[in-house]
């Protein structure tokens, strides 16, 4: 499988995870927290269909000026803020250059979390370095150990690990 955002994000998120996936392991359609997600962009695409399917991305939001990767939560920055440096990554590789903005629309909270990132050389150093040893983990023929930590009780895979 080749590295795509999401593999990027669960990367960062718990390598277990990313491993999983990574490895045709989807036991996403099951989770409440993955349908609460796609439900947030649905309704976000019903106002105004915003979303692109490129490559092997799917970007949320393309403008001018930034690429808007939306969030449900901010429980997870470091993983979403990778993602959306990879989404500029790969749109810089077709001669798209933008910045990188990324929304956290929670729900109960009236003003959303709103962060902005630029990709520079040492990022993409950083990042490529990412991309491998992802591309390593996908082929140990080992599971990475369970984290156990909080995170783990709203993640898809929980049955999987702890069933």
């Known amino acids: 499988m080749r590295v795509n955002g999401t593999l990027i994000n669960y990367y960062f998120h718990c390598k277990r995870q ?6 045709r392991m989807n036991l ?3 989770s409440e927290q993955v349908k609460i997600g796609k439900a947030l962009h649905e309704e976000k695409d019903e106002k105004n269909n915003t979303e692109i399917a490129l490559d092997n991305i799917r970007l949320d939001k393309l403008t001018d000026e930034y690429l808007t990767e939306m969030k449900k939560s ?3 920055v470091e ?3 990778w993602q959306l440096l990879f989404y500029l990554k790969v749109l810089k590789n077709k001669g798209i250059i933008r910045k990188g903005k990324l ?3 929670e729900k109960e909270k009236t003003n959303k979390k ?3 990132f630029e990709l520079t050389e040492e990022i993409e150093e950083e990042l490529q370095k990412y991309i491998k040893e992802i591309e390593g983990l996908l082929e140990q023929p080992n599971i990475p150990d369970v984290l156990n930590k909080a995170q783990c009780k709203k993640c898809a895979y929980y049955e999987y690990c702890y069933i």
Do not use: P, Q, T
């Open 79 to 81: 993983a979403a803020k």
């Open 114 to 116: 709103v962060m902005y």
């Open 28 to 30: 996403e359609d099951n």
């Open 74 to 76: 901010d429980a997870d």
């Open 18 to 23: 990313c491993y999983l996936h990574g490895n």
């Open 103 to 105: 929304e956290f629309v």
